[in-house]
Protein backbone atom coordinates (compact mmCIF):
# COMPACT_ATOMS: atom_id res chain seq x y z
CA UNK A 1 0.00 0.00 0.00
CA UNK A 2 1.28 3.65 -0.79
CA UNK A 3 -0.18 6.45 0.89
CA UNK A 4 0.79 10.20 0.24
CA UNK A 5 1.33 10.75 4.15
CA UNK A 6 -1.87 10.22 6.29
CA UNK A 7 -4.17 11.93 3.18
CA UNK A 8 -2.49 15.45 4.04
CA UNK A 9 -1.00 15.71 0.52
CA UNK A 10 -2.94 15.22 -2.79
CA UNK A 11 -1.45 14.00 -6.06
CA UNK A 12 -1.20 16.46 -8.84
CA UNK A 13 -0.72 14.54 -11.84
CA UNK A 14 1.19 10.94 -13.01
CA UNK A 15 2.46 9.40 -16.17
CA UNK A 16 2.84 5.85 -16.60
CA UNK A 17 4.73 3.69 -19.22
CA UNK A 18 6.54 0.06 -19.63
CA UNK A 19 8.79 -0.19 -16.19
CA UNK A 20 8.49 3.01 -14.69
CA UNK A 21 5.66 5.44 -12.95
CA UNK A 22 5.67 8.90 -11.44
CA UNK A 23 3.25 10.59 -9.76
CA UNK A 24 3.76 14.30 -7.70
CA UNK A 25 2.48 16.20 -4.99
CA UNK A 26 3.17 20.03 -4.22
CA UNK A 27 6.36 19.07 -2.07
CA UNK A 28 7.25 15.88 -3.46
CA UNK A 29 7.51 13.36 -7.00
CA UNK A 30 7.05 9.73 -6.35
CA UNK A 31 8.49 7.01 -8.76
CA UNK A 32 7.53 3.21 -8.86
CA UNK A 33 9.82 0.56 -10.58
CA UNK A 34 8.64 -2.86 -11.55
CA UNK A 35 11.87 -4.47 -10.79
CA UNK A 36 12.08 -3.40 -7.41
CA UNK A 37 8.57 -3.05 -6.91
CA UNK A 38 8.81 0.11 -4.78
CA UNK A 39 8.10 3.65 -4.70
CA UNK A 40 11.29 5.93 -4.18
CA UNK A 41 10.64 10.06 -3.34
CA UNK A 42 11.85 12.84 -3.82
CA UNK A 43 11.69 16.55 -2.51
CA UNK A 44 10.68 19.07 -5.57
CA UNK A 45 11.82 23.03 -5.45
CA UNK A 46 8.60 23.67 -6.59
CA UNK A 47 5.54 22.00 -7.91
CA UNK A 48 5.41 20.28 -10.85
CA UNK A 49 3.83 21.15 -14.51
CA UNK A 50 5.16 18.27 -16.71
CA UNK A 51 4.85 14.53 -16.01
CA UNK A 52 6.31 11.61 -19.02
CA UNK A 53 6.98 8.28 -18.49
CA UNK A 54 8.95 6.31 -21.14
CA UNK A 55 10.11 2.08 -20.36
CA UNK A 56 12.75 2.70 -17.93
CA UNK A 57 12.55 6.41 -16.98
CA UNK A 58 10.39 8.77 -15.37
CA UNK A 59 10.32 12.77 -15.63
CA UNK A 60 8.43 15.60 -13.79
CA UNK A 61 9.50 19.29 -14.46
CA UNK A 62 8.87 22.41 -12.46
CA UNK A 63 9.57 25.73 -13.43
CA UNK A 64 13.09 25.86 -12.52
CA UNK A 65 14.47 22.07 -12.47
CA UNK A 66 14.11 18.84 -14.25
CA UNK A 67 13.88 15.99 -12.51
CA UNK A 68 14.54 12.09 -13.84
CA UNK A 69 13.33 8.72 -11.78
CA UNK A 70 15.45 5.82 -13.49
CA UNK A 71 13.72 2.77 -12.78
CA UNK A 72 16.36 0.16 -12.82
CA UNK A 73 18.30 1.39 -10.03
CA UNK A 74 15.19 3.37 -8.33
CA UNK A 75 17.05 6.55 -8.29
CA UNK A 76 15.71 10.14 -8.56
CA UNK A 77 18.30 12.66 -10.72
CA UNK A 78 17.79 16.48 -11.43
CA UNK A 79 19.57 19.19 -12.59
CA UNK A 80 18.64 23.17 -12.95
CA UNK A 81 17.63 24.58 -16.27
CA UNK A 82 17.42 27.97 -17.76
CA UNK A 83 16.08 29.51 -20.89
CA UNK A 84 12.30 29.44 -21.93
CA UNK A 85 10.66 25.62 -21.96
CA UNK A 86 10.12 24.47 -25.85
CA UNK A 87 10.09 20.85 -25.66
CA UNK A 88 10.10 17.84 -23.76
CA UNK A 89 10.30 13.87 -24.50
CA UNK A 90 10.59 10.53 -22.67
CA UNK A 91 10.57 7.13 -24.94
CA UNK A 92 12.67 3.80 -24.26
CA UNK A 93 15.67 4.37 -22.27
CA UNK A 94 16.24 8.54 -23.06
CA UNK A 95 14.86 11.85 -21.56
CA UNK A 96 15.33 14.80 -23.66
CA UNK A 97 14.35 18.11 -22.87
CA UNK A 98 15.27 21.57 -24.35
CA UNK A 99 14.62 25.24 -23.82
CA UNK A 100 16.07 28.35 -25.28
CA UNK A 101 19.53 28.37 -24.00
CA UNK A 102 20.20 24.30 -23.86
CA UNK A 103 19.33 20.44 -24.67
CA UNK A 104 19.01 18.41 -21.09
CA UNK A 105 19.49 14.71 -21.84
CA UNK A 106 19.39 11.94 -19.80
CA UNK A 107 19.79 8.06 -20.56
CA UNK A 108 19.10 4.85 -18.21
CA UNK A 109 22.77 4.34 -18.23
CA UNK A 110 23.98 7.48 -16.66
CA UNK A 111 23.37 8.84 -13.16
CA UNK A 112 24.12 12.55 -14.18
CA UNK A 113 21.84 15.02 -16.86
CA UNK A 114 24.25 15.87 -20.19
CA UNK A 115 23.71 18.86 -21.38
CA UNK A 116 24.51 20.66 -24.83
CA UNK A 117 24.46 24.94 -25.85
CA UNK A 118 23.32 25.90 -29.24
CA UNK A 119 25.54 27.30 -31.27
CA UNK A 120 25.62 30.87 -31.97
CA UNK A 121 22.73 30.94 -29.81
CA UNK A 122 20.15 29.95 -32.12
CA UNK A 123 16.88 28.84 -31.18
CA UNK A 124 16.01 25.32 -31.68
CA UNK A 125 12.87 23.96 -33.81
CA UNK A 126 12.15 20.73 -32.89
CA UNK A 127 13.55 17.42 -31.29
CA UNK A 128 12.06 13.93 -29.36
CA UNK A 129 13.30 11.15 -27.79
CA UNK A 130 14.68 8.45 -29.56
CA UNK A 131 14.23 5.73 -27.37
CA UNK A 132 18.44 4.81 -27.39
CA UNK A 133 19.36 8.65 -28.31
CA UNK A 134 17.38 11.76 -28.40
CA UNK A 135 17.59 14.29 -31.57
CA UNK A 136 17.31 18.23 -31.07
CA UNK A 137 17.74 20.50 -34.49
CA UNK A 138 17.92 24.28 -34.53
CA UNK A 139 18.12 25.94 -38.21
CA UNK A 140 21.81 25.16 -39.44
CA UNK A 141 22.33 22.64 -36.74
CA UNK A 142 21.45 19.17 -35.56
CA UNK A 143 22.62 17.81 -32.17
CA UNK A 144 22.07 13.85 -30.98
CA UNK A 145 22.40 12.94 -27.71
CA UNK A 146 23.83 9.30 -27.78
CA UNK A 147 22.29 7.18 -24.27
CA UNK A 148 25.74 4.15 -25.15
CA UNK A 149 28.34 7.08 -24.47
CA UNK A 150 26.51 9.52 -22.65
CA UNK A 151 27.70 12.57 -25.11
CA UNK A 152 26.16 14.92 -27.42
CA UNK A 153 27.41 15.09 -31.44
CA UNK A 154 26.64 17.98 -33.02
CA UNK A 155 26.09 17.82 -37.19
CA UNK A 156 26.41 21.29 -38.72
CA UNK A 157 24.05 21.66 -41.77
CA UNK A 158 24.52 23.08 -45.34
CA UNK A 159 21.84 25.22 -45.80
CA UNK A 160 18.79 25.83 -43.36
CA UNK A 161 16.54 22.84 -41.91
CA UNK A 162 13.71 22.07 -43.22
CA UNK A 163 12.28 19.88 -40.65
CA UNK A 164 13.22 16.67 -38.58
CA UNK A 165 11.29 12.88 -37.19
CA UNK A 166 11.92 11.32 -34.08
CA UNK A 167 11.14 7.32 -33.85
CA UNK A 168 11.77 4.87 -31.68
CA UNK A 169 15.37 4.18 -32.31
CA UNK A 170 15.69 6.41 -35.28
CA UNK A 171 15.31 9.97 -36.32
CA UNK A 172 16.13 12.10 -39.37
CA UNK A 173 16.85 15.86 -39.60
CA UNK A 174 16.91 17.24 -43.55
CA UNK A 175 17.48 20.22 -45.65
CA UNK A 176 16.30 20.92 -49.07
CA UNK A 177 18.86 18.80 -50.63
CA UNK A 178 20.15 16.63 -47.76
CA UNK A 179 19.15 14.10 -45.30
CA UNK A 180 21.24 13.74 -42.07
CA UNK A 181 20.07 10.59 -39.76
CA UNK A 182 21.90 9.63 -36.79
CA UNK A 183 22.76 5.64 -36.00
CA UNK A 184 23.11 4.79 -32.62
CA UNK A 185 25.06 1.32 -33.38
CA UNK A 186 28.70 3.01 -34.32
CA UNK A 187 27.14 6.18 -32.88
CA UNK A 188 27.50 9.24 -35.36
CA UNK A 189 25.54 10.67 -38.20
CA UNK A 190 25.30 9.53 -41.57
CA UNK A 191 24.36 12.73 -44.11
CA UNK A 192 23.08 11.61 -47.56
CA UNK A 193 23.23 14.15 -50.79
CA UNK A 194 19.77 14.21 -52.19
CA UNK A 195 21.21 15.80 -55.57
CA UNK A 196 19.65 18.33 -57.85
Same mark, same amino acid.
Given at each position: ? /????? %? =? ?13 ? =? ?5 ? $?? !?? &? !? ?19 ? $??? /? ?11 ? &??? #? ?9 ? *? %? ?23 ? &? ?11 ? =? ?6 ? /????? &??? #?? $??? #? ?29 ? #??? !? ?10 ? =???? *?
Amino acid at each position: L /FSLSS %G =VARASAGAVCGNVAV =VDTQAKA $YG !YS &T !YSERWTAVSLDAQGVSRLAGD $YLG /FVRTPFRLYSFNS &TND #HWYWINYNGEP *L %GESTLGATTLFWSSNAAYAIASLWT &TWRTRTWENQEQP =VGGGSCGS /FALVW &TPL #HA $YAF #HSASGQWMSQSMNETVAGGITCNNFGLVWTP #HAV !YSFDPSPGGWVP =VDLG *L
